[in-house]
């Protein structure tokens, strides 16, 4: 929270996992790092070990800006017959 307050940017909680347990979990491709904050280049949703660029797992806990809801507004169905927020995410700067 402490970040997005300071920011007032979108902010994802990702977590290192084993390479093995990335098919498990939507993954975060970072441009930069700059101590615990990352910026965000891609995400993938559950890519086979291997095909991950790193190994760093979301874990469910995002904190958004209204902005959100006109990407989320425009997101055709997708897996599992539900809209995907992780979709919204990469249709633009939520």
Known sequence: ???????????????????KETQRYGIVDP???????????LLME????????????????????????LY???QQVGAGGEIQLTDAILGGEP
């Open 72 to 74: 989320l507004d425009k």
């Open 1 to 19: 929270m402490n970040q997005h307050e300071a920011t007032g940017s979108p902010v994802i909680s990702v977590l290192p996992i084993s390479d």
């Open 46 to 69: 559950n890519p086979t070990p291997g095909y991950a660029p790193l190994n760093l797992a979301i874990m469910g806990r995002y904190i958004m800006t209204p902005e959100i809801f």
């Open 31 to 41: 441009f930069s790092c700059d101590d615990r904050l990352y910026q965000v280049k």
